[in-house]
């Protein structure tokens, strides 16, 4: 059974730090992994979706990558600004095409 | 931009109390997903729909929740009756083919069972 674990639970850091979170699943037969965020009471949005083949992805001041074999991702934020205090999702699909998710990084960014 | 739309954005009812939910899917989006989100967790899938048919609803605990997708496009989710445990956001996503594809979230229903 897949599972997907996110390291921090949360995370304080001062306005304009990089930062990195972390993210690990326990069955490398992934088809894609994904990063969303999620602001207090909302549903969730998007942020990178990485394919199964691919090391990295970015847009903007984040930068995902994938480590298949050894059952990791990170999501790089750089510049981090207090607009960016959200919850960070990461979840895997499966070969069935389910989407497994982690418990999530609660971040804040203190101006 | 095209978007998940939800209805209500928040219900609080009481115990044994019936509860329902609705979700309109990005126009054109073949596959529909309903997950709930406990707070402090990640979301968990309930059911997924493929047009008007049910694909998996293997964490849907049949006794007491109810889904539906009658003409392939709009879904509601049904509770009846609630519990406390029930408490949590319900979210429905969709995604435009097999369900392997990028999936776009709606704003979620928070429920608050008294």
């Known amino acids: 059974k897949q599972e997907v674990t996110q390291i921090p639970a949360a995370l304080s850091v001062p306005e304009g730090e990089n930062l990195v979170l972390n993210c690990s699943f326990t069955?490398?037969?992934?088809?894609?992994l994904q990063w969303f965020r999620q602001d207090p009471g909302k549903g969730l949005t998007s942020l990178l979706l990485?394919?199964?083949?691919?090391r990295e992805q970015t847009s903007g001041r984040l930068n995902a990558s994938l480590d298949k074999s050894s059952g990791r991702s990170t999501l790089y934020i750089a510049a981090s600004q207090p607009g960016d205090s959200a919850t960070y999702l990461c979840?895997?699909?499966?070969?069935?095409?389910?989407?497994?998710f982690g418990q999530g990084t609660e971040l804040s960014v203190k101006p | 931009e095209a978007e998940v739309a939800q209805s209500p954005r928040y219900k609080i009812t009481e115990k044994s109390q019936a509860v329902a939910f609705w979700c309109d899917p990005i126009?054109?989006?073949?596959?529909l997903y309903w997950y709930r989100q406990i707070l402090g967790q990640g979301p968990e899938l309930l059911v997924q729909?493929?047009?008007?048919?049910?694909?998996?609803d293997s964490q849907l605990p049949k006794d007491r929740f109810s889904a539906e997708r009658l003409k392939g496009v709009d879904s509601t989710l049904k509770i009846q009756p609630a519990e406390l445990g029930d408490s949590a956001m319900y979210l429905c996503?969709?995604?435009?083919?097999?369900?392997?594809?990028?999936?776009?979230f709606g704003p979620g229903t928070r429920l608050l069972v008294l």
């Open positions: 126009s054109g989006h073949a596959t």
């Open positions: 990485i394919q199964s083949s691919q």
């Open positions: 979840a895997v699909y499966n070969q069935g095409g389910k989407l497994i």
């Open positions: 996503a969709s995604s435009p083919g097999q369900g392997k594809e990028t999936q776009y």
């Open positions: 729909f493929q047009d008007e048919s049910v694909v998996d």
């Open positions: 069955d490398s037969a992934i088809y894609n």
